[in-house]
């Protein structure tokens, strides 16, 4: 195994299990537990879906580092889709699962990444670099270029790539294709995500009914 391979191998080894129980079954559980109680505050009843099943099953694997995951254990995952099928929901309840585990593990949406920027919030800018699970909602719904008193700065791209150089793990969920990433943030970042993360479709229909 390569060197490079196997840091990787070691940090996102010590990020994600920390502190851990590792049972795919108990991750599952926990993950469509906390869907029904995001759920239950919009007053709404979890719909039970075969592909939203097979969705979560994916990332409890990838977080209990099972065998039986078909991607890469050492990658992060992005969750791809139309609109309304449930990527949001399945990502909030994910970061939830991995903070009731001990990890520390951090969901935002691009738009509040972008306003970290855009007032030059070092800290909190400086924090989601560092922490363990990155969870990014909706990549590629704005316009990536915030200008800070006449500065041009690209907040996504800026966080992909510390992240990319650290061997953190980055979960992100958007819409674009990956012609359209490329488009938007350049075949630079593309690639780095392509090498950070586990790319899985969810398809169906929207839940938003
Ligand atoms: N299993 C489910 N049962 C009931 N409602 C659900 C379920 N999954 C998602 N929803 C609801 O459906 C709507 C769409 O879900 P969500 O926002 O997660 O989709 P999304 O794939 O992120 O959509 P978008 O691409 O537009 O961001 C939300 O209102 C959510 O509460
Ligand atoms: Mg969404």
Redesign the pocket.
């Known amino acids: 195994m390569a060197v490079s391979q196997l840091l990787r191998k070691i940090s996102t080894t010590q990020m994600i299990r920390s502190n851990m129980k590792s049972d795919v079954a108990w991750v599952e559980n926990d993950i469509l537990n906390n869907?029904k109680i995001i759920?239950s505050y919009?007053h709404?009843?979890?719909?039970p879906?075969e592909l939203?099943n097979k969705a979560v099953q994916y990332v409890s694997q990838w977080i209990a580092f099972d065998d039986w995951f078909v991607g890469d254990l050492y990658k992060g995952i992005m969750i791809r889709?139309?609109?309304?099928?449930?990527?949001?929901?399945?990502m909030q309840a994910t970061t939830a699962t991995l903070q009731h585990m001990g990890s520390k593990a951090v969901f935002t949406h691009i738009s509040d990444l972008n306003e970290l920027y855009r007032q030059e919030d070092r800290e909190a800018i400086e924090n989601l670099k560092h922490i363990n699970v990155l969870a990014i909602d909706?990549v590629g719904m704005y316009a990536p270029i915030v200008n800070v008193y006449g500065n041009i700065i690209n907040p996504f791209d800026d966080i992909i790539d510390f992240r990319y150089r650290q061997n953190k793990a980055t979960m992100i969920?958007t819409?674009l294709t990956a012609e359209q990433i490329k488009e938007m943030f350049g075949l630079r970042t593309l690639d780095r995500l392509r090498e950070m993360c586990n790319d899985y479709t969810?398809t169906g229909k929207?839940?938003?009914a």
């Open positions: 869907m759920l919009r709404k009843k979890f719909i879906n939203i889709g139309s609109v309304g099928v449930g990527k949001t929901l399945i909706d969920t819409n969810l929207s839940m938003r």
